[in-house]
């Protein structure tokens, strides 16, 4: 009986992101570690990092900040196991009068981002999504007025078949990645959701895949901040 209803939930999660045109093929990033770190608060000034404007867009009362305190990532030995943790996340606040429910925190497809490198030109990301279950991840966060959402990726840079990777994964055979090489970048962070009804879980409640209405719409862009990936022995 629990074999069946985690298929159904599996045929029922594949189906929603079929129909948000979120499938996609490609390479993971082989020893990611597990998506991230979710933290609520009703006090942004709570949170144990530095916010800035500069970082920050705000859109119809939505406060988007891409939060990016590593600013030098140190290339890893090319050693198996071998990885250097990057803190990249971002914060939401809903500075409207009135609560909103935003989607899963998926940041292959929700909340993806975007890097550029010394010339201007687009990193390509690979990626690819399979069923998550029972994951703080899948829940869609209610966030009343003045409340602010902070989610930390837990992405690191790795090595594959001597190939240098910066990504993350979600710890069940999906994930994202970008090809990357030592030099200076730019990254920035998009939110994209055009859906109001999608399926959220509900871990606390035991209820998973559950078709939720009323999720935030509309796209918001970050703005860009640099970054160096340097050798480990750089200073």
């Known amino acids: 009986m629990k074999y069946l ?30 998506i991230g770190n979710l933290l609520i608060d009703s006090n942004p000034d709570l949170i144990s990092f530095e916010s800035s ?25 090319n050693q198996p196991n071998t990885t250097t943790l990057v803190r990249i996340g971002f914060q939401m606040t809903n500075n409207t009068s009135h609560p909103i429910r935003f989607p899963p925190l998926d940041p292959l497809f929700v909340f993806p981002l975007e890097i550029v490198d010394a010339n201007g030109n687009l990193l ?19 966030l009343q007025p003045r409340e602010s959402l902070t989610f930390f990726l837990q992405a690191q840079l790795l ?43 509900e871990p606390q409640q035991q209820e998973y895949n559950k078709l939720t209405r009323g999720i935030w719409t509309g796209q918001i862009v970050t703005p860009f901040v640099k970054f160096r990936v340097v050798q480990s022995e750089s200073k």
Not at 14 to 31: H, K
Not at 53 to 61: I, K, L, M, R
Not at 179 to 198: A, E, K, M, T
């Open 124 to 142: 390509e990301r690979s990626g690819a999504r399979v069923m998550l279950f029972n994951s703080p991840q899948l829940a869609c966060p209610l």
């Open 159 to 201: 090595w594959r078949n001597n190939l240098l990777l910066f990504g993350g994964a979600d710890g069940l055979g999906g994930g994202w990645n970008f090809d990357i090489r030592p030099g200076n970048y730019q990254i920035r962070l998009r939110y994209i959701n055009s859906r109001p009804l999608l399926y959220c879980d």
């Open 53 to 77: 404007d500069s970082n920050a867009v705000e859109t119809n009362g939505i406060r988007l900040e891409i939060l990016a305190p590593d600013r030098v990532w140190r290339i890893p030995e």
């Open 5 to 34: 209803l985690r298929l159904k939930y599996f045929f029922l999660l594949l189906l929603a992101l079929l129909l948000s045109g979120a499938i996609a093929l490609s390479n993971i990033p082989e020893g990611a570690s597990a």
